[in-house]
């Protein structure tokens, strides 16, 4: 699932892996608001970005569960570089490799940022080790926008190469199966 909304989310900022922006009441709400639908769920873990936005999520969708949380860097959002703190507006498609959404541009990347092979290549990394250290777990996995769209390419496409750029909302749920960690 993607984290409540943040400050910046509502500010219409570009966040990547800058680590300032905190959720707003309404992102609390909205995990609240999940918690209780997970409430009856069973999980053997929560793993989580090491982001504050995704672990506070995180730690509020626990409260009706007795799992541990897990962080990791490899759930963190793309690395925006220099666009992060500035306008959405700043994201053009030749920084992004998204035009049209589509990825039409795998290498294309912001100054002291990660490109979408990038962020393709850090999911991967997690699903390997997930798969390696979670065998037969069935978790619950808070990240961001763009991780959750690079596993879906990489789970359903096999890349994020033309990939579909889809729209994933705050705190919307993506129920995927990880080959051969089980259920």
């Known amino acids: 699932m993607r984290h409540g ?14 680590d300032t922006s905190r959720l707003t009441e309404n992102g609390r709400q909205q995990a ?5 639908e997970l409430a009856n769920e069973r999980y053997d873990a929560v793993l989580s970005s090491d982001l504050t936005r995704a672990y506070e999520t995180a730690t509020i969708l626990i409260q ?3 799992v541990p949380i897990v962080t990791t860097s490899l759930l963190r959002e793309r690395c925006f570089g220099v666009a992060e703190s500035r306008p959405l507006s700043a994201l053009t498609p030749e920084v992004t490799g998204i035009k049209g959404g589509r990825v039409f541009d795998v290498d ?17 990394r997690f ?6 250290t979670h065998s037969g777990a069935r978790l619950l996995i808070v990240t961001h926008g763009g991780t959750i769209r690079a596993l879906l390419a990489y789970l359903t496409h096999g890349s994020i190469e033309d990939f579909p750029w889809i729209t994933v909302e705050n705190c919307s749920r993506w129920d995927l199966d990880i080959p051969f960690l089980g259920a």
């Open 127 to 132: 699903v390997e080790e997930t798969i390696a």
């Open 32 to 36: 609240r608001a999940l918690a209780l």
């Open 108 to 124: 294309a990347r912001p100054e002291g940022g990660e490109s979408l092979n990038d962020v393709s290549d850090r999911v991967e």
């Open 64 to 66: 009706h569960m007795q």
């Open 5 to 18: 909304e943040s400050a910046w989310n509502e500010l219409h900022l570009v966040q990547g892996q800058n």
